[in-house]
């Protein structure tokens, strides 16, 4: 039996018959520096800057962390760096959007890729679904196979050796059909619907950025952007994967555009290769759906939650 020894917090304490690991003392004074620190005063963040922390100082190597000025204006600079200008967070906003203006497709040049990608979607599905139905197929003729073995060894026509090894070997193809289906059915069917959502949602970046809180600004940039670098007045971004792909393909069109005079009519003249684009696309597409940790808004408008 443990011995009752005394009450502490309400609690009943007893007396155990193993040493203690540690003394009550100590453990009573670990206890009041935790008292000590959850009752003093938490440091509260007063400004929560768009940029501080994002941006990695060309001239320090540090990161440019905000500073607010007479109260409502907001500069950047990094820390201990003496003898370098700070720069107006309104300017950075400004280069940022102008960055996130390179995901942006002419809206008919995105309709005509969505369009052509579902196209090819469409016809991927349909062999998908006449494989699983030749797959079912094979399954259950291997199935009646079996059955008919089965009354044939019960009316003494085979032998059991003789339907077991056949049996056998007939489960066994039966269990690679069914891998084979059940691989195809966790295959994701909704990756180009996924990928164009968000592509679309790419495509609206820049309006979004401009509408957005500074929290929902940070979100926004830590999703796209994988390295800024500020320097001699420039900002210089780097995308992450696939925006990097998304935004070098967009270039290769505004290119080909600007060879065409600016006229986007009959655009697929100059896409000749139009199955390497849909190649390049659905690797995009099927790269942005696998994205996580964000998801597509309701509308294309609306600030992302």
């Known amino acids: 039996m443990l011995n009752f020894v005394s009450v ?5 304490v007893y007396q155990g018959k193993y040493e203690p690991i540690i003394t009550l003392e100590l453990w009573e004074a670990v206890q009041n520096i935790f008292d000590n620190r959850s009752s003093g005063r938490r440091k509260v963040r007063k400004h929560d800057f768009a940029f501080s922390g994002l941006i990695q100082c060309g001239y320090t190597s540090g990161s440019l962390v905000g500073d607010l000025k007479k109260g409502k204006y907001v500069y950047y600079r990094a820390i201990g760096a003496k003898g370098i200008p700070y720069v107006k967070e309104e300017e950075l906003e400004r ?18 890729v969505c369009q052509a990608l579902k196209e090819s ?8 679904e006449e494989t699983l139905s030749r797959l079912q197929g094979e399954y259950k003729r291997l199935e009646t196979r079996i059955d008919g073995m089965y009354v044939d060894k019960l009316d003494g026509k085979i032998s059991e050796i003789f339907f077991e090894e056949k049996a056998g070997a007939w489960r066994e193809e039966q269990k690679k059909i069914l891998a084979k289906m059940e691989a195809m059915q966790n295959a994701s069917q909704t990756y180009i619907e996924e990928g164009i959502q968000l592509l679309e949602l790419a495509q609206n970046a820049g309006f979004l950025f401009v509408k957005q809180s500074a929290h929902e600004k940070r979100r926004l ?13 420039l900002l210089t971004i ?7 792909m998304l935004s070098e393909f967009i270039t290769g069109l505004d290119n080909k555009k600007s060879l065409e005079g600016g006229n986007i009519a009959g655009f697929e003249k100059w896409l000749p290769e139009q199955d390497k ?10 790269s942005l759906s696998r994205r ?4 597509p808004p309701s509308s294309p408008h609306t600030a992302v939650s």
């Open 277 to 286: 684009l849909r190649a390049r696309m659905a690797l995009i597409l099927y």
């Open 95 to 112: 280069q940022f959007g102008e960055a996130l203006k390179k995901l942006r497709f002419d809206d008919d040049v995105l309709d005509w």
């Open 221 to 233: 940039l830590n999703f796209l952007l994988s390295n800024c670098l500020w320097k001699d007045g």
């Open 292 to 295: 996580r940790g964000w998801y």
């Open 8 to 12: 502490v917090n309400s609690y009943p």
């Open 121 to 128: 979607h469409a016809d991927k599905r349909q062999y998908h």
């Open 238 to 244: 780097k995308f992450k994967q696939p925006f990097d």
